[in-house]
């Protein structure tokens, strides 16, 4: 083969060669230019938030609340000496203390339950369960309305209420009769808790209502946030609810 030849085909496959390493070492440089800058997103976003709840942070929240649970939480928050609010605050932002408020229960209709589960000897779930039947008015309305609520010193911080009603006729349920709402009042800052106004109802057999509570962190010492499942059912004679994490 002559010497010409093979030295132009050389040289194409050193050019090819080069070529290529300059595709590779521009598509590396860009991938380290994008690593930063997604690890740069991630750490502004967290960066939002606040790092932890304070005694000023605190009460100005309550204070630009304007509900009557907050009115109350901010004169008894500020009553407590300075050890138990520092402890009050350390509870509001533990995670594991929100995931502890659940419960699950069954009972009878016309027989209301009250109960306590205690978290440790300063926190503690108050758990209610009203449950009415009319069986003297024709139409025969029935509710039952679960309510759970977590208090730190016996102030209460955050309710979560699902209330389910129905008609009961002649010992049995109406067909299609199931409504219900839910509401939540929160006075902890270190989450915002919402439902985004959804409730579902099961109307075809049983009446049966549910809905899912989500826990947004508002400050960055409480950790990811938490979802809950309300849910509650009850027909002419029985009934049972229960609050788990979902």
Known sequence: ????????????????????????????????????????ADSAAAAKLPAKLTVKSYTGYLKA???PEAKKALKSFSALPAAKKAKFLKYLQDREVYEAMSTQTKGTVNRSVKAVRHYDANVKFNVQIITKKNIKDPKGPASLTFSVTESIYNIPVTTETLNLRYNVVKGKVVAGSARATAEVKNVNAAIAITNNNKVTVNKKGIPKASTTWKATPRVASFGPGVKKLQEGWAQSSYWAVKLVNR
């Open 65 to 67: 609340q304007k509900t």
């Open 1 to 40: 083969m002559p010497s010409r030849l093979i030295t132009r085909r050389l040289a194409t496959r050193h050019l090819a060669t080069r070529r290529l390493a300059t595709v590779v070492v521009a598509g590396a440089a860009s991938l380290a230019v994008l690593a930063p800058a997604a690890s740069a």
